[in-house]
């Protein structure tokens, strides 16, 4: 395997692509919330958590170096 100078690779941006996915999926799950304002289960609890979960992923996405 050839040294890149590049700081991601390829298995990098795949996880950052799923990670994006996650963030996307929470705002989705928010705005889906019936009640008036997003005052439900869905916007005050799950869809937050699904968000912050992406975000988290992003983190190990970034941080995420092959070991050999």
């Known amino acids: ?3 890149s100078k590049l700081p991601f690779t390829k298995k990098n941006y795949q996880l950052m692509l ?3 996915a996650i963030i996307v999926i929470g705002f989705v799950l928010i705005g889906m919330d019936r ?3 997003g ?3 869905m916007g005050l609890t799950i869809g937050p958590l699904v968000v ?3 975000f988290l992923f992003q983190f ?3 941080f995420y ?3 050999s």
Request: proline share 5%; hydrophobic share 40%; glycine share 14%.
């Open 18 to 20: 799923t990670g994006i």
């Open 35 to 37: 009640q008036p304002h």
């Open 1 to 3: 395997m050839k040294d």
């Open 39 to 41: 005052f439900g289960i």
């Open 52 to 54: 912050l979960l992406g």
């Open 60 to 62: 190990y996405a970034i």
């Open 65 to 67: 170096k092959k070991t």
